[in-house]
């Protein structure tokens, strides 16, 4: 026979799984205002151009709003790669100077 399957424990898990997700997406919400200097404006402001974007119909709109936080996104994971290729060429200048000392 079977071993019932114990259902509560399993929705507690889910549960918590669900809510380390939503915490997760909170903060990266607040990551990404950070990052586009959003933090900058007043809280006003920016739940104002929040509300506009979520309200607005006109679809060109959005596609080019779309567009530029797509742009946005390539950018950064440029200066991240160039940041990395940096990070390397001077740890490898570090490492050949420290041999030859």
Sequence with gaps: MRKPRDIDS???ALEAKAKTLKERRVRQLGELVIA???DALDAELLTGALLGAVATKDANA???WR???AS???RGAR???ARHDRDAANDAAHDSHA???
């Design 10 to 12: 399993e929705l507690k």
């Design 67 to 69: 567009k530029a936080g």
């Design 79 to 81: 200066k991240a790669a």
């Design 62 to 64: 959005k596609e080019d």
């Design 36 to 38: 586009t200097g959003a």
């Design 72 to 74: 946005f996104f390539q």
């Design 99 to 101: 041999a030859s000392a």
